[in-house]
């Protein structure tokens, strides 16, 4: 299983509607290096490293469950937007069935 390194208790920045997701560089990734005395720069490479361990260990039939045909087959795998925008998704539809 692959963890994160980022400590889990914590609470990462709440974002609110869909504009903010096309923002990550300059308001996502500042706010979350901000939150963990790292920089920007950190966060977004930890992300793209944790979206490549994923794609190269993982299931991809899960993968495919959980993005289908949103990855460009140019690439094989997200990109660091597309990816948060997915899990983002997700986590909204199960809170949502949940309620």
Not at 25 to 47: C, H, M, N, W
Not at 67 to 72: A, E, L, Q
Request: positive net charge; charged residues 25%.
């Amino acid at each position: 299983m692959v963890r994160a390194s980022l400590p889990r208790r914590k609470k990462l920045p709440r974002w609110r509607g869909r504009c903010n997701i096309n923002n990550i560089t300059f308001g996502l990734y500042p706010q979350i290096a901000a939150k963990f005395d790292t920089t920007a720069s950190r966060v977004e490479r930890s992300i793209r490293h944790l979206i490549e361990v994923t794609w190269t260990r993982a299931d991809m039939d899960i993968l495919c469950g959980y993005f289908g045909n949103t990855v460009s087959p140019d690439r094989g795998k997200p990109t660091n937007g597309e990816f948060i925008a997915r899990i983002a998704n997700v986590v909204r539809q199960r809170m949502r069935e949940a309620a």
